[in-house]
């Protein structure tokens, strides 16, 4: 089971950190990846986190610079944090788990996860 929180209301040039709470797996097993769905869009990725594979980090093109991903396997958590926020940010945020091996973490491939959690509504005022 996975958990996203964090979300909320943010001026525009905030940050928000969310993190993704896992339960019932083995954490490190997996990759964590982050997605977000604006209304009226196609689900998107963000970042993802091989875990303890090999510890490696992808980022989107559109996003890298102003977003850091981050795990804590001790809680079970991976983090997203969100630098130089702007409206066109606003969407529900989505962590899943997937393979940590492969293709499907480091092309950020949403069709590849195989478990969800609810998101966390990220609001961004102009």
């Known amino acids: 089971q996975l958990q996203a929180s964090g979300g909320g209301l943010v001026q525009a040039g905030g940050s928000l950190r969310l993190s993704c709470a896992a339960s019932?797996?083995?954490?490190?097993?997996?990759?964590i990846g982050w997605f977000r769905q604006a209304p009226g869009k196609e689900r998107e990725g963000i970042s993802c986190?091989?875990?303890?594979?090999?510890?490696?980090?992808y980022y989107s093109d559109s996003l890298k610079g102003r977003v850091t991903v981050s795990s804590d396997n001790a809680k079970n958590t991976v983090y997203l944090q969100m630098n130089s926020l702007e409206p066109e940010d606003t969407a529900v945020y989505y962590c899943?788990?997937?393979?940590?091996?492969?293709?499907?973490?480091?092309?950020?491939?949403?069709?590849?996860?195989?478990?969800w959690g609810k998101g966390t509504l990220v609001t961004v005022s102009s």
């Open positions: 899943a788990a997937g393979p940590p091996y492969g293709s499907i973490c480091p092309t950020l491939n949403h069709y590849g996860m195989n478990y």
């Open positions: 019932g797996f083995t954490f490190g097993d997996y990759a």
């Open positions: 986190i091989t875990g303890r594979f090999d510890g490696s980090t």
